[in-house]
């Protein structure tokens, strides 16, 4: 029998319900970062297949990076909308009899090639492996588009790990597998690897960036305070009154968020390129059509040439006979 768990739960409280192996309970966080290369030798020798999309060292908590990547955050919300995936619906951690949490996620996912279509509705079932424990989360999360072409043969799974590096600093890496659940033939294999690794790269490529962003701003927050508690000091020091000009500024405000979404809203300037997709593989086509109209009028020009020819050899052949009859006579 499941026993839901809340997202907030999940985030908040990670020491009590991520602390799912008995074995490892007790781990301080300064033995955490120390055996953070030990995890990482013993933890990836399993998952040779696939490739490594993703591993790289962040200036974000490990807590604060697993809540990004998997509680209805803020910023998930911000990269579902730079990716255009809509209509998300997101099913609370639930867990299972193994030990392990396992939650689903259904949305609709926008395809930038024509070739396959526009959009497709995809659902990711995600499992929090029960080994994780604070500071260290392992996830796995297997991805299955429901509208593209051959979709019954193949899924993708995608293996997080989310290791404490420092306090404030942790190490994410990303492998990534296209898997088969049934083998299709040769031409159709290559179809589906081609297209898949394409968008698995172009997804995980935009999460970096994106995770950068945040990194950034959240330094960049955290330094902007450190100079407002310096600056109320110099206040408290020198003046009572505080001019006006000392008042903090309204980019680290409330309305942050607004100059947050603002960057991440230059990442439409992709639709022209998409558009200009269209419009090439709309243009020959329509080469395409002019080449296959000029070749019915030349075929046409051929055949009335061959019936001229045809009627020339007749004519000549007839008065041939003609000439031949008073000879022979």
């Known amino acids: 029998q499941r026993n839901p768990i809340s997202l907030e739960q999940v985030s908040k409280r990670s020491s009590l319900s991520l602390d799912l192996n008995a074995n490892v309970g007790g781990t301080s966080e300064q ?62 951690w639930q867990r299972e009899d193994s030990g392990n949490m396992k939650r689903s996620l259904n949305y609709t996912i926008a395809i930038s090639n024509p070739l396959i279509g526009k959009f497709s509705k995809a659902t990711e079932n995600q499992t929090l492996f029960k080994e994780s424990r604070e500071g ?66 172009d997804y995980f490529k935009q999460l970096e960036i994106e995770l950068l962003e945040e990194e950034a701003e959240m330094n960049q927050g955290t330094r902007d305070a ?11 020091t020198y003046s009572r009154s505080g001019p006006e000009h000392m008042k903090p500024s309204a980019q680290y405000g409330p309305d942050s968020e607004q100059h947050r979404e603002g960057p991440m809203g230059s990442m439409d300037s992709k639709a022209p390129d998409r558009w200009s997709l269209h419009t090439i593989v709309g243009g020959m086509s329509a080469i395409l059509l002019i080449l296959m109209v000029l070749n019915l009028g030349l075929l046409v020009k051929l055949w009335a040439m061959e019936d001229v020819a045809h009627r020339m050899y007749l004519s000549a052949k007839n008065n041939m006979r003609e000439h031949s009859i008073p000879l022979s006579r």
């Open 31 to 92: 033995s955490a970062s120390e055996s953070v290369d030990e995890a990482e030798e013993q933890e990836y020798p399993a998952q040779t297949q696939g490739r490594v999309f993703l591993n790289k060292v962040f200036h974000i908590s490990a807590e604060r990076m697993f809540e990004m990547l998997f509680t209805d955050s803020n910023f998930m919300r911000r990269f579902m909308n730079v990716r255009k995936i809509t209509n998300a619906s997101l099913d609370p």
């Open 136 to 201: 260290h989360y392992m996830v796995e999360a297997e991805v299955y588009t429901h509208d593209v072409p051959y979709h019954d043969y193949f899924y993708t799974q995608n293996r997080y790990s989310i290791m404490r590096s420092s306090k404030r600093k942790c190490r994410l890496r990303v492998n990534t597998d296209v898997k088969y659940k049934k083998q299709p033939w040769g031409l159709v294999k290559s179809f589906i690897t081609k297209n898949s690794w394409s968008g698995i790269e």
């Open 226 to 236: 450190g100079k407002m508690s310096n600056l109320r000091r110099r206040r408290r």
